[in-house]
């Protein structure tokens, strides 16, 4: 089993920062892309950012200039530095992973339990 862990979340004022981690757990041997999604009450979950194990990132327009995506592949974990954080940024936000295990079962599109981020006004 593999799992995925998020940390971070919490209350921060607009135009204040925060910083989530998502790391992967268990008998990994490779992870491919890694992303955050979120979804505020009453709407449907979106993409926030991605990442593919070499680098390469995309971000959903409303984040871009705000938000960073990141990796350490050697840790197992993808970073999402939040800066100039609005009230509309206030959602439950989802990391998700395609992962290689070391018995060879590939998990696509695995999610973690989510964080809570808040942004007041």
């Known amino acids: 089993q593999v799992q995925l862990v998020e940390s971070g979340g919490g209350l921060v004022q607009a135009g204040g920062s925060l910083t989530l981690s998502c790391a992967a757990s268990?008998?990994?041997?490779?992870?491919?892309?890694m992303g955050w999604y979120r979804q505020a009450p009453g709407k449907q979950r979106e993409l926030v950012a991605n990442?593919?194990?070499?680098?390469?990132?995309n971000s959903a327009d409303s984040v871009k200039g705000r938000f960073t995506i990141s990796r350490d592949n050697a840790k197992n974990t993808v970073y999402l530095q939040m800066n100039s954080l609005k009230p509309e940024d206030t959602a439950v936000y989802y990391c998700?992973?395609?992962?290689?295990?070391?018995?060879?079962?590939?998990?696509?599109?695995?999610w973690g339990q989510g964080t809570q981020v808040t942004v007041s006004s």
């Open positions: 268990g008998m990994i041997f490779s992870i491919n892309g």
């Open positions: 998700n992973a395609d992962i290689w295990a070391s018995d060879f079962r590939y998990y696509r599109s695995r």
């Open positions: 990442i593919t194990r070499s680098g390469s990132t």
